[in-house]
């Protein structure tokens, strides 16, 4: 008898245990997979514990090995950046179910849909958990926060960021991009640049400069080691992710830690030496304190700006870099727009030794069509994905609390509904043109976690192209290779080798 119940005892627990992963692993999604179907809505099908994991994994290994070959239409973007999506609404719909494990995920590129999730300001749609070496990359910086720490480091960030403290920053910006020059050739030599390491190395400069100001030798020093660990990230992403093996003192972990260490002991010290009175970089208007609606004063501690500043590079130098390597490539494949915008900037910027000010880069609105063109068909972050907190409506579908809603942003970018039969084509014009397709693009996301850095970033990738087109002609070099991927950000897989040739004047 006492055997027995002692036997009883102990397989409850585990017979808890197996009928709650039976339940998570099996009922839940069948359930789930019925209150969609029920509403019209289908999708690949959900298969235990992996979900449609393994076919996502395939079908972005098959986007890497290809190459699109006409440089006249960018669909072939579409289907490498978001190779799931592509197939999957092909025959489910734009708005399907697919599954991440055992996690319900709908899909939509409806932009009504997608506003009304990222325009949602009530804590419903919520930004994921990150994996925790992502918060190790970036600390507790807005990319991470929610509730109202995050709004506390948005206000400052906004204030900090805004049109006039960018436009003030455009003198350091310009020296960053002669500093690039100088390794450039002059004259009418033609010479051949991978620009997408280029333009990595020079928005990490520019970066540097606007952050740390007076310091910025140190800084950029700090954002080498910054750097190093974001590669350390990148490499991580490629295998499974394991919980509690970051705590393991393995030769990687204890290159995060190290690393880690002395960056934020690093960026702590020049936060001691800053005067904020004197110095107007990004640092020091991080360090300001203010005063929030309420009249109270906010400010953020040592630690809060060490996480921003970390924030900032990983957040604003790829994605920068990439716009504009990708603006490079377009005006290579497509001359005659190169030529028109370097008319505008021949003719605004008459001097080409002095450097353009804040008020001829707000004069350039062709090269601002171009710009809007490239964030178009080579968006950096192609989707944005949400939590959903507690069951909501969206657009009459019901959606359950935890499952995850996948905007897929790029494919509003490419939908020929909204943007015309001509969508997959290059067309500065269509941001010259009024008209409904505008309210259908994303690129900087939207709502109140819409991107902080965009005054910044749109002036930085202006000012750098002007100055490239004042001084160079340029086109694709034979080995070049258009295959764009999504990692991270949308890059281009195999560099981006141009050839340039210095102008006369
Ligand atoms: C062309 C360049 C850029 C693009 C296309 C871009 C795009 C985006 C997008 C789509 C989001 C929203 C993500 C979401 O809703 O989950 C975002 C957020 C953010 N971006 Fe950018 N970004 C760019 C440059 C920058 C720069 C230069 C900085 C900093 C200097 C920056 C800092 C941030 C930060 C801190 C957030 C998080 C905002 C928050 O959650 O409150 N970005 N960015």
């Known amino acids: 008898m006492f055997l027995a119940i002692s036997i009883i005892l102990l397989t409850l627990p585990i017979l808890f245990h197996l009928i709650r992963i039976l339940r998570s692993v099996l009922w839940r999604p069948y359930i789930i997979q019925r209150h969609f179907k029920k509403q019209g809505i289908t999708g690949p099908g959900y298969r235990p514990i992996t979900g449609n994991s393994s076919e996502s994994k395939l079908k972005m290994a098959e986007a890497r090995t290809r190459r699109i070959t006409s440089y006249e239409y960018h669909l072939g973007v579409l289907q490498n950046a978001i190779p799931g999506y592509f197939d999957w609404s092909g025959i489910y719909g734009k708005t399907y179910l697919y599954w991440f494990g055992s996690t319900p995920r709908l899909a939509i590129s409806d932009p009504v849909m997608v506003k009304e999730v990222l325009m949602n300001s009530n804590g419903t749609f919520q930004r994921l ?148 009175r004197n110095s107007r970089n990004l640092l020091s208007l991080l360090m300001s304190s203010h005063k929030n609606s309420d009249g109270e004063d906010e400010k953020l501690g040592v630690e809060e700006i060490i996480d921003e500043c970390k924030t900032f590079y990983v957040a604003g130098k790829e994605t920068a870099a990439n716009v504009l390597t990708w603006a490079v490539v377009l005006l290579a494949m497509n001359q005659d727009w190169q030529l028109k915008a370097r008319q505008e900037v021949v003719e605004l910027f008459k001097d080409r030794s002095t450097p353009p000010t804040s008020e001829l880069v707000g004069r350039l609105k062709l090269i601002s069509m171009i710009l809007n063109e490239t964030l178009r068909l080579y968006t950096p972050t192609p989707l944005i994905v949400r939590q959903v907190c507690k069951d909501v409506d969206i657009q009459g579908i019901r959606v359950p609390a935890d499952t995850h809603i996948v905007s897929h942003i790029i494919s509003c970018h490419y939908d020929p509904e909204i943007w015309g039969p001509d969508s997959d084509q290059f067309d500065p014009e269509r941001f010259g043109r009024p008209g409904k397709h505008i309210s259908a693009f994303f690129p900087w996301g939207l709502g109140p976690r819409i991107c902080v850095g965009q005054s910044f970033a749109m002036v930085e990738i202006k000012l750098a192209l002007a100055m490239i087109l004042r001084r160079y002609a340029f086109r694709l070099s034979e080995t070049y290779v258009h295959s764009p991927v999504n990692f991270v950000t949308l890059r281009p897989q195999y560099g981006a080798q141009i050839v340039f040739t210095g102008l006369d004047g």
């Open 129 to 276: 958990d990150s994996n925790p070496l992502s918060k190790q990359l970036m600390g507790d910086g807005l990319l991470e926060l929610k509730g109202q720490k995050w709004a506390v480091h948005r206000r400052i960030a906004a204030l900090a960021l805004n049109m006039e403290q960018v436009k003030g920053w455009v003198p350091k910006m310009a020296d960053s991009v002669l500093n690039m020059f100088q390794n450039w050739k002059e004259g009418r030599g033609e010479f051949e640049i991978d620009v997408h390491k280029e333009f990595h190395t020079l928005s990490a400069d520019i970066i540097s400069r606007t952050i740390f100001g007076s310091s910025f030798e140190e800084g950029k020093r700090i954002f080498q080691l910054q750097e190093q660990q974001m590669q350390l990230f990148f490499t991580s992403l490629l295998n499974v992710y394991i919980p509690g093996f970051r705590f393991l003192p393995t030769k990687m972990n204890r290159k995060r830690w190290s690393l880690n260490k002395e960056i934020r002991e690093s960026i702590g010290k020049l936060i001691m030496e800053t005067n904020t």
